[in-house]
């Protein structure tokens, strides 16, 4: 089989980023101040944070939620999308990192559209179905311990009304997924779920090559 999609090099990659990327100076000096921590490599890619919230407003969501928050890159992009009184559930276990991201939500002004559990996230999300806050949510994204997504998914993908979208990241681990000989249980998670959602009738699919790799899972108002 042909692969049909194009080769990023470097010079590409640039190009692209020059030509498309809308990156606000405060999104350039949260990233910029991220990079300077060793685990940087969590953060996700500008372009990337855009395209969340391109989606957010394409969905016209109102209710968001986000499993794994770090120092808030992709908060603070779908946090700015939300139109006002929208509101993002933020789910994080580190008080560290998210210091970081709640001096830049106030900055960005959406701090009040934001909530932030500092709870495992298991916890969290059986709270809000507990809450009775099923089928109330239009756009989760998951970005947290790999080995969890799967709890995370079932859960969220309760919390989601029919057409809500829901979006995994770092579902092609840099490649691992498709190396045999990588067996780490972050990779081996990521190739189970993958698997599973190629066949799960819940959702309408997409795995985009985009950053370390994005799936985009759609719940059927059958599910
Ligand atoms: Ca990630």
Redesign the pocket.
Known sequence: MTNKSITLTDSLYDYITRVSLREPPLLQRLRAETARDPLAI?Q?APEQGQFMALLVQLMGAKKALEI?VFTGYSSLCVAMALPPGGKLVACDVSDEWTQIARRYWQEAGVAHKIELHLAPARDTLDRLLHNGEAGTFDFAFI?ADKTGYDDYYERTLQLMRPGGLIMF??MLRNGDVADPSVHDEGTVAIRALNEKLLHDERITLSLLPVA?GITLALKRSDA
Request: aromatic share 0%.
């Open positions: 969590m996700i794994g970005d990241d770092n370390d």
